[in-house]
């Protein structure tokens, strides 16, 4: 569990809206389940209380560490996003989220990639949505009730990889198992090592060492950020 988020714990087939044709990335169903009350809480408190989120780094070292991770990137997500300010803003975000959570960048992209296909604004058949696919339940639950917002890149990456930690914690670790519940299929391989083989695609030597400096603990989170 990454620091960040151990302080907020103490206090298939997918089809994209706007007429896009179903693409061959897997979506799942997170399953609604009961929450105590401090875990919901302490979710809550995760996402930002309903709050756009926003990128506020720790220091200039922080911010620099995932623009050079974006960099080392950018060439390989160019067919997916051709606009280059669109794309270096996703890689961006994507690292910022994940390490906010405590997460690997690669594990969030190699998700986003099984879920979504890096569509934005993915649907799938059973109500997921956007780049993580998180069930519209997740807003009613620990945000601020507006589905539409996960529509919003940087609001969908937040959740998911807000819910991904928290699956994790639940499952003590277990990657394996965490995966499998976050798709809604909990004990079964096939979608772990999907994601576990696009993760491998997205893992460059070079940007991987320098991500190491964006510690997770060390971001800064101001509420509702």
């Avoid at 990639?113 to 059973?126: C, D, L, N, P």
């Avoid at 090592?193 to 190491?212: T, Y």
């Amino acid at each position: 569990m990454s620091r960040w988020f151990a302080r907020c714990l103490s206090l298939s087939s997918l089809v994209c809206v706007l007429g896009m044709s179903p693409s061959g990335a897997r979506a799942g169903a997170q399953v609604e389940e009961p929450l105590a009350d401090s875990v919901r809480t302490a979710l809550s408190m995760a996402v930002g209380n309903g709050a756009p989120p926003q990128l506020v780094f720790a220091d200039a070292a922080q911010k620099q560490a995932c623009e050079r991770w974006a960099l080392a990137l950018e060439s390989k997500l160019r067919k997916r996003k051709p606009d280059e300010l669109v794309r270096r803003e996703f890689l961006q975000t994507v690292c910022y989220e994940a390490k906010r959570a405590g997460l690997e960048p690669t594990l969030v992209l190699g998700l986003i990639q099984v879920e979504s296909g890096f569509r934005k604004y993915a649907i799938s058949s059973v109500g997921a949505r956007g780049y993580m696919q998180v069930m519209p339940f997740w807003a009613r639950l620990i945000g601020n009730g507006d589905a539409g917002a996960l529509f919003h890149m940087q609001t969908n990456l937040r959740f998911g990889c807000v819910i991904l930690r928290h699956y994790l914690d639940r499952e003590k670790g277990d990657l394996f198992m965490a995966l499998g519940r976050y798709n809604g299929s909990r004990g079964r391989a096939e979608y772990p090592n999907m994601v576990s083989a696009a993760r491998r695609s997205w893992q460059v030597p070079g940007a991987d060492a320098a991500i190491q400096m964006a510690d997770a603990g060390a971001l800064h989170h101001p509420a509702g950020r």
